[in-house]
Structures are given as C-alpha cells and as structure tokens.
T-cell receptor, first 114, second 113 residues
Framework: DTGVSQDPRHKITKRGQNVTFRCDPI?????LYWYRQTLGQGPEFLTYFQNEAQLEKSRLLSDRFSAERPKGSFSTLEIQRTEQGDSAMYLC????????????FGPGTRLTVL | QKEVEQDPGPLSVPEGAIVSLNCTYS??????FMWYRQYSRKGPELLMY????GNKEDGRFTAQVDKSSKYISLFIRDSQPSDSATYLCAMSGAGVNTGKLIFGQGTTLQVKP
C-alpha cells in the first residue's frame, strides 16, 4: 500500500498527558499537511511542511502543539498537557508541491481525552 | 462568517436519484476546488478536482464551478447506496500558502435502496 499512513489509529488518554502521532506520507510527496476534524465539521488546517521546513502554522496550533518532519519524510505531531477540547480526528495529507497541489489523506488518528 | 459554507444536511434520497451538493464561498482568491468523500471514521478521499470556473465530469460525478457567483456544485447521477457518506467541498489557492485547503462543514448523504 503506497498511500498515506497514520499511527496510531486510535488513542485514548487522560487529561494532562502528552501524546504523539505519526504520519508517513506517499513516498515521493514533499509536502505534508496536518488537519484537525471535530464531529460534524470539516477538517481545519493546523500546519504544513515542505520537505523538512515547517512553513505555516495555524492560530489553532497552540503552544501545546508541536510538529516535526526531521528528514523530510515522516512527520510527528505532539500534544502536551492534553485537554478535553483536544479530542478530535487528526488527519495527515501529503502532496507534490505546486499551485493547487492535490492532497491525499491518511485514515486519521482519533484522539479521545478523558 | 465562515469562508466556505456548506449545508450539513442530512440529505436522504432513493437509489437512482440525482443528487446535488453545493458550497458557497467568500474569498474570491480561491482558484482550486475539490470534492472529497468521507465514510464514517475514515479519512477524506478525493473525488473531483477543478481549476477555476467550468465543469468536469468523471463517470457518475460532475463538478461545476461558478467563480462569478462564488458557488460550486457536485452532481451525482444514478446514486447508489454505496454513495452514502459525507461529502466535503474544499478550496485552495488563496494567500501565501496556496496549498492550504479550506473545507466546508460537509453534507451527509444517505441513499436508500
């Protein structure tokens, strides 16, 4: 399977704990995006990388959130001191850079904060 | 006001019906328009991609973009129960980060056999 993969698929944690999610993009794609989706809403942009450079972060991405893409391949999204409001589906997408690049999404990581 | 508005539905139709899904938007700088299909608890799957105004057809699906009215549509012909899903419109091409997608809320579609 050469699609976007995410791990874990589900994560249940207690408030105040730290969690980390991983995204493996399609191998030849140099752009990687993170989005967050809550129930009944469309995905909202969080941040994106072109190769290893993080080029934009949304205001939704508070100081408790950090994302990395150290070698321009896989990416991690860490949430520190989780809050119940962080409960959501975290989606990763990848693309080849260019105007109007076509983004392909992974299956998502569903986070539940108790 | 959200940049992209989409009627959340739910929309229920009988099998074989023609379905029309719509989005309006406020940012005239959007240039790329997409429709994604999302099954429950899965990631979005790209269905249609259109640049600027015009129509695009792919099998039972037709996407229309009217930039002058800031309105996009997705038509599904001969709808099937397997088309039951949430349909998300998405747009990009505005601002410095031209790749960032702005999504509508999603319309939930149920096709009854």
């Amino acid at each position: 399977d050469t699609g976007v993969s995410q791990d874990p698929r589900h994560k249940i944690t207690k408030r105040g704990q730290n969690v980390t999610f991983r995204c493996d993009p399609i191998s030849e794609h140099n752009r990687l995006y993170w989005y967050r989706q809550t129930l009944g809403q469309g995905p909202e942009f969080l941040t994106y990388f072109q190769n290893e450079a993080q080029l934009e972060k949304s205001r939704l991405l508070s100081d408790r959130f950090s994302a990395e893409r150290p070698k321009g391949s896989f990416s991690t999204l860490e949430i520190q001191r989780t809050e119940q409001g962080d409960s959501a589906m975290y989606l990763c997408a990848s693309s080849l850079s260019g105007r109007g690049d076509t983004q392909y999404f992974g299956p998502g990581t569903r986070l539940t904060v108790l | 006001q959200k940049e992209v508005e989409q009627d959340p539905g739910p929309l229920s139709v009988p099998e074989g019906a023609i379905v029309s899904l719509n989005c309006t938007y406020s940012n005239s700088a959007f240039q790329y328009f997409m429709w994604y299909r999302q099954y429950s608890r899965k990631g979005p799957e790209l269905l249609m991609y259109t640049y600027s105004s015009g129509n695009k057809e792919d099998g039972r699906f037709t996407a229309q973009v009217d930039k002058s009215s800031k309105y996009i549509s997705l038509f599904i012909r001969d709808s099937q129960p397997s088309d039951s899903a949430t349909y998300l419109c998405a747009m990009s091409g505005a601002g410095v980060n031209t790749g960032k997608l702005i999504f509508g809320q999603g319309t939930t579609l149920q096709v009854k056999p």
